[in-house]
Structure formats: C-alpha cells, structure tokens
C-alpha cells in the first residue's frame, strides 16, 4: 500500500487527580435523561487560568487515555503529555481535554452511526448484532445501537456543563471532538449530526466495517451513502482521518479511499483536510500516541 497524504449528575466534590502534566478532575458519572450516563474526567494544563479561554477537545474511549496503569492492555494515549508540550512549544492554541469513558460493553452500540445502521436491511441488521469477534464474544454484546442518544448527551447535556463549569471558547472553531477505531467513526458521525457544535474532527483509524470483516459487509457502503450530503461544510470544517497498515487497520484501505475522495469531490483541502497513511502502525494505543502531534497541530494550529 502506498502511503498517502491528500494535500488539499457529576458529585458536587469530584476527585481531582494529579496527571504528570497538569492536572485530571474526575467528574464521576454524569448522568443523562437519554443514556445511562457517563464517567468524564477533564484534564487541565497546570497554567490553566479562569481569565483565559480554551479550546476544546471531546475525545472517546476516556480510560484509555492518560494512565496506563489502569487500563486493559496497560497501554494509554498519554494525550496530556502530547497537549502540554505541543502548548509549551506554541504549536497549538491552549487546550483542554473532555475524557468520555465508554461504557464497557455497550461502547459498540454507543458508538456505532446509527442513520446509516439503520438503513440497513432487517436481515443485515440482525446478523451484524450476531456476528462476534475474533476471541468469539458478540460485538453488540446484546445491546442494540444508540449512538443517536449518545450523541444528545455530548450535546446538550456534557458540553453545557462543560462550558459553564470551565472557561472555554464555546463556538465551533474552538470545538473538536476525536477517537480512534469506533471512536473515530463516532467522531465523524457527530461532525455530521451537530457540524453546529463540532467545528473540527479527528477520526483515527476508523473502523469503518463496524463488525470485523470485510466480505459481504454491507455497513462501509450504507457509510458512505450516509456522508453524501451530509458531510460538513468544507468552509467552517476541519477534517482529519489517518489509519495504518497491520492488524485491525489493514480493513480500512477501501474505504478510506472512498472517503477521501467524497471529501475532496466537495472542497476539502489542504487547508481543512488530511488523510495519512502510517506504515507499519497497528491498531492500539501507543501506535495512536505516537501520531496524536499531527492531527493536534493541524486542527489546533494558532
């Protein structure tokens, strides 16, 4: 494969815990009239100051992202690190960051898009909620898709506290929202649903087959039906997409490519777009570690 650049109810006193930059204040699980709530912690670089405003950065999959220690496979994204020193180096305008914890066993279903899912035939439906994983667990787990509510308590219930609670920029070109395999799908899904709210998305090695398989797999397409005409306007937007090569991320190529290509059909460039292909780069946390400068620099660019 050749590698390509297109150049074109949270407690009243929440647990503050100490990152090794800054600092993480757990919000405890916020609770939400649309789901069954959610853990959120926020870090804050140290020389965060309530006189100044700062962008904004949603990112999914929040106990992944700054302790190791804690997590399933003992790897995290770090972000904390890789924001303090992109913000001491000026690289990028002051930030914040909302970690949104997945559920657990209904983060497919929180983060799965649910228009084009269900465009999908009945049939394709059900046996995309039977189909499992490599390890032999169901990939729904039982739960059925709901990403469309997951989507209402990111926006009208997260980041009205979000932006009352801390000093922030609260338009949409201050506001990113960013994951990686089913949290990228998710990110792009809400730029799509809200591009009011989100002014910038970065969507790391989307998974875009949904299930894990390719063969027959009729969601990539029912995607991609759903992006033509809804994907943001390349004039207010910001659209950053990357993937690698081995593991889960070999799946993503077609698809990708196909995006890409819608992107640019309706104005993309380099500018407001980019879309990397890393060699060699799995699908796990330290993979997304490493490349996290890249998608920060350009949609946070001072």
Same mark, same amino acid.
């Given at each position: ?38 853990? $959120? ?235 990397? $292909? ?25």
């Amino acid at each position: 494969m050749k590698s390509f650049i297109w150049a074109f109810a949270f407690s009243i006193f929440p647990t503050i815990l100490y990152a090794q930059v800054g600092s993480i204040i757990n919000l405890g699980v916020v609770k939400s009239k649309y789901a069954s709530g959610y853990n $959120v912690d926020v870090w804050l670089p140290a020389n965060y100051s309530a006189s100044k405003q700062y962008a904004v950065i949603y990112m999914h999959d929040g106990q992944m992202l700054f302790d190791s220690t804690t997590t399933w496979n003992k790897q995290a994204w770090m972000v904390q690190n890789v924001v303090a020193n992109l913000m001491a180096e000026n690289k990028i305008v002051p930030a914040i960051i909302i970690a949104i914890h997945n559920n657990g066993q209904s983060r497919h279903a929180d983060y799965t898009p649910q228009i084009p899912f269900k465009k999908l035939k009945r049939q394709q439906q059900t046996a995309m909620y039977h189909d499992t994983t490599a390890y032999g667990n169901n990939v729904f787990a039982n739960f059925k898709v709901n990403s469309d509510n997951y989507l209402k308590f990111l926006v009208n219930e997260l980041k009205p506290l979000i932006d009352k609670r801390f000093s922030t920029y609260t338009d949409k070109s201050q506001t990113i929202i960013m994951g990686s395999s089913m949290g990228g799908l998710i990110s792009l899904y809400a730029i799509c649903q809200y591009p009011e709210i989100f002014g910038k998305a970065a969507c790391m090695s989307t998974h875009w087959p949904l299930v894990f398989k390719t063969d027959n797999n009729p969601f990539p397409d029912a995607m991609l039906q759903y992006l033509i005409g809804k994907l943001p306007q390349p004039e207010s937007h910001m659209l950053y997409f990357d993937m690698g090569t081995m593991g889960i991320d070999s799946l993503y190529e077609s698809t990708q490519i196909q995006v890409d290509a819608l992107c640019i059909d309706i104005g993309y460039n380099s500018n407001n777009f980019m879309s990397v $292909v890393f060699e060699g780069a799995d699908h796990n946390e330290k993979a997304w570690h490493k490349r996290l400068h890249i998608p920060l620099q350009f949609l946070l660019k001072p």
